[in-house]
Structure formats: structure tokens, C-alpha cells
């Protein structure tokens, strides 16, 4: 349909699909009851135009919200029929893009991942478990040994309260950040969480015990499925976007995630 025919019609429903004002909304006949749908969630072209004719007005996010609850759906094999998201907390995540943080499980190649795409973004780069080792002047597997787990977790949260305001970074977390509710909450409100997935098999080839506490004398692969069995719904909860770091190389998976983030923040 060109411009001139579409100006004779009444709609129903208009969904726009583009990032920008199209030229053709202001040729359209609406009602009151006429129903307004930006796709596009980050832009939002046609609120204004909502507001302007008394229009009801549906925000992308809404659609985007209804998305994850699918995506919940399809990655745990269940339906949570709790399952909510906070729209303004989902603006945050779009608005806080220019903070990146890297979640998931011992072996997914998160600092490795995170520093390539940090390099090509000309982003800082933050990887926690190396900043603790650095301030404390011993390893985890130390840490862990001599002061125990609770002590590196606080040492972990303060270190995320730290940096987690600083734009333009990607920061590289620790396998169980999201064990604390309240990293889960400063996540969510202040970055783009990339959740890095990888099966158990590449895992336990790819994380070597020698600095795992929790891998310490455990058969590997069996270990590494409990804790993300233990984990699963918190990192699920916690993420953006979702990406297998088994399929391809760590050079080709940060292409890919900055191709995504290029498209989804348009820089």
C-alpha cells in the first residue's frame, strides 16, 4: 500500500517497526480507539503521536516482556505463572548499555570473551576474580582456603558496588555473583547482561581445578552440574541475552556479541 491509499483507510492497529518517525503516521486517519504499537522499544516514534490523538498506546517493552516470558519457558521447561518483569527496570537495562557484564559458569570463557569484546567496543575492561586477587594479594583458591567463601563474597559485592557506575566498561563477574540478591538487583538495574552458557562436558575441560574451590577434590563434571542446577534460575533472572560458548571459537562468539550489541544500541 503507497502513501496516497493509505491515507483513505481507517486502522485498527498500526505496528511500527522502524526507529524512526515514518512519514506516512501523519497521513493516517485515527481514532480514539485506534491502537498504536512501537515495535521498536528503544526509540519509540509514535508515543507522541498516542498522546496527540488520544490513541491507545502499547510500548515495545511490553512485547519484549512477553518474549522473556517464552524464553523463560523454552530455557527452564517450565512456566512460571509468577513470572513478571518491571518495565521501567527493563528501560534501565536498555538506557545502562553502555555497562556490560558477563555472567554465567566457570569455563564459559568470560574474561576471554569479555576482553575481546571490551577491545572492540574501546570499552575498559574489569575482571573481578583477577581485581580481587590483585587487592588481597592472594588467589580465590586461597581466599577461599584461609577466610572462606563468605568473606570473598563480600569482597565480591563491594567490588561490584565500585566499579558497576562506571560507563563505557565490560566487566567479567565471578560464577557465583548471582548468588546474592542484591548483585542480581545491581546487575539488572546498571548493565547489559550477557548470560554465557556452555555445557557441562566443555566446562570441565575448560576450567581447570587449580584455582575452583568449589571443583576441589569433586568430580568435575558432576559438580558443575549441581551448582548450575543450583544457580540456573538466578542467572536466568539475571541475564539480557543468552549466548552458547561452546558452538564456535572465543573470537568468533565476541564478534557475534558485538554484532548484537551494535544493532540492539545503534553505535
Not at 558496588?161 to 548483585?183: A, F
Request: glycine share 6%; hydrophobic share 35%; proline share 2%.
Amino acid at each position: 500500500m503507497n502513501f496516497p491509499q493509505a491515507s483513505k483507510y481507517e486502522f485498527d492497529i498500526i505496528i511500527n517497526t522502524t526507529p524512526v518517525y515514518p512519514e506516512i503516521l501523519t497521513k493516517l486517519l485515527l481514532r480514539e480507539n485506534t491502537i498504536l504499537f512501537d515495535a521498536d522499544y528503544k526509540t519509540c516514534p509514535m508515543k507522541e503521536l498516542s498522546s496527540k490523538f488520544n490513541a491507545r498506546y502499547i510500548n515495545g517493552l511490553e512485547w519484549l516482556a512477553e518474549q522473556g516470558r517464552a524464553s523463560y519457558m523454552l530455557m527452564t521447561g517450565k512456566m512460571n505463572s509468577s513470572f513478571s518483569v518491571n518495565i521501567s527496570q527493563l528501560q534501565n537495562s536498555v538506557e545502562n548499555h553502555k555497562r556490560i557484564a558477563l555472567i554465567g559458569m566457570m569455563g564459559t570463557g568470560k574474561s576471554t570473551i569479555g576482553k575481546k569484546i571490551a577491545e572492540k567496543l574501546n570499552f575498559s575492561f574489569k575482571d573481578m576474580d583477577k581485581m580481587i586477587e590483585d587487592n588481597e594479594g592472594l588467589s580465590i583458591m586461597e581466599i577461599f582456603e584461609t577466610k572462606g567463601e563468605a568473606y570473598f563474597r563480600s569482597l565480591e559485592k563491594d567490588l561490584l558496588k565500585n566499579i558497576i557506575y562506571d560507563d563505557n566498561i565490560v566487566i567479567s563477574t565471578g560464577g557465583g555473583i548471582v548468588t546474592d540478591e542484591e548483585n542480581i538487583s545491581i546487575l539488572k538495574e546498571n548493565c547489559w547482561n550477557i548470560l554465557l552458557y556452555g555445557s557441562s562436558e566443555n566446562l570441565a575441560k575448560n576450567a581447570s581445578d587449580k584455582n575452583r574451590p568449589l571443583l576441589a577434590g569433586k568430580d568435575k563434571i558432576t559438580e558443575l552440574e549441581k551448582i548450575f542446577r543450583d544457580r540456573k534460575d538466578m542467572y536466568f533472572r539475571t541475564s539480557n541475552v543468552i549466548v552458547c560458548s561452546d558452538t564456535d571459537t572465543y573470537h568468533n562468539i565476541s564478534d557475534f556479541i558485538y554484532d548484537d550489541y551494535s544493532k540492539s544500541f545503534i553505535i
